[in-house]
């Protein structure tokens, strides 16, 4: 029998459960677009991002340490809040030694679903840093369990292009028996040569497009390595691994 | 407005209650094989099939009716049983009017998750009743809810071919929203022309060959149109619609 560690996709929230992560890194997959704005966040010289679960403590935490509270809800700047989820908005001249405290509806609630399942260690992937992510999965020689967003606990197709494309690389190194996993490679093959053009067949590029003109958020969410660093999740806050 | 019927897809059970299931037809979908046997059953002559959640109940019902109790846990025939699942134990011979009372591990048990969640009507479907699927649906002019059973609420990929294949052929009558739904389609349009040698790769299909040397029920299983008729749900059984 091989010895390599196993990988398995999760496509949603939901589904989440039906693995075990006690001993398996999860890799947060948010592409749309909270796991590329930690990477653009740390990318640019954030001191750390502080992932939480509600608006409210956005503003109490960011007002306790003089952080920047930023969040969405459905897609736009949270009520209460003056930053969103744009990974544009996080250039190093605004958020250099800053410390983002970041609230959104999906993927800063799955990172805390995975702790509560006690998940071995935690990182977040996005295209913007996929390869730091593959580059940390290889050498960590754990189990991986990719823990797809989605959108309110539906399936997307984002999350899972990007667990597709991570996959693609990494494949050799694990022991991959799972539906999902062989379905996210083959989708990201079919479509990794036009992600742009793919991206408007998506239900969430129509949220994030067609209502709010997040175009230029869409393109920075797509393209690969453009903040390449490896976001840590580490006693409450995700720092540059 | 267009004024179409919606069309989505439901990846696993645990996946179906974000649909609202209380104004849509419901398709079961069990390729291996739940959804295949029923299909074959029905066109062989069988009088009903009667689905139900527990071996127990399965050998009383059909003790009470003089019906054939089978059924299957994690791919064999059940303890308690002589009968499985597979759709080749179904012939003429053996099931025309008679009635089958029938437990497995995902397909029954996902028409009655689709019962409690008040699905408008229920039928079920597999490539061996393809069109007849197609043809209701396009002649109902209702919402869709495409179910794939899964195994043990994880993604398969069997499943969701089916869907595609149905998506493929009925699309146009449908206002579709629905990233499962587009990657379905794209997956069962990668490989309808070798479903046979893409079989392989699935989980599925090593649970039923490997462990149990199925290989013709898988064959079965993804033929279109060998057993073409409807399995509508009516007063707890599965009737020819």
């Not at 990974?87 to 609630?109: C, M, Q, S, W």
């Not at 996929?130 to 959108?151: Q, R």
């Not at 036009?194 to 797509?222: K, N, Q, W």
Request: a neutral charge; charged letters at 20%.
């Amino acid at each position: 029998m091989s010895t390599k560690p196993t990988l398995y996709t999760s496509l949603s929230p939901a589904l989440l459960h039906l693995y075990d992560l006690s001993n398996s890194v999860v890799v947060i997959i948010d592409v749309f677009r909270a796991t590329s704005t930690i990477a653009s966040a740390l990318y640019n010289g954030a001191k750390c991002v502080i992932p939480v679960d509600s608006v409210p403590k956005a503003i109490e935490i960011s007002k306790n340490i003089g952080g920047i509270a930023a969040g969405e809800r459905d897609g736009q700047i949270a009520e209460g809040l003056q930053h969103g989820n744009s990974p544009l908005e996080y250039g190093r001249d605004f958020i250099a030694d800053k410390t983002l405290v970041l609230t959104t509806t999906n993927g800063t609630r799955l990172l805390h679903m995975a702790l509560n399942n006690k998940a071995d260690s935690i990182v977040a992937g996005s295209f913007p840093n996929l390869s730091a992510i593959c580059e940390h999965l290889i050498a960590d020689k754990k189990n991986v369990v990719l823990g797809c967003a989605g959108w309110k606990d539906r399936f997307n197709l984002e999350d899972t292009l990007f667990a597709g494309a991570v996959i693609g690389r990494i494949k050799e190194h694990f022991n991959i028996y799972c539906d999902s996993s062989l379905m996210a490679e083959k989708m990201y093959n079919s479509h990794k040569k036009d992600l742009y053009s793919f991206a408007p067949m998506l239900t969430h590029y129509h949220r994030l497009v067609e209502r709010f003109g997040l175009i230029e958020d869409i393109r920075f969410c797509l393209t690969e390595d453009v903040a390449n660093v490896l976001p840590y999740y580490q006693d409450g806050k995700l720092v540059k691994g």
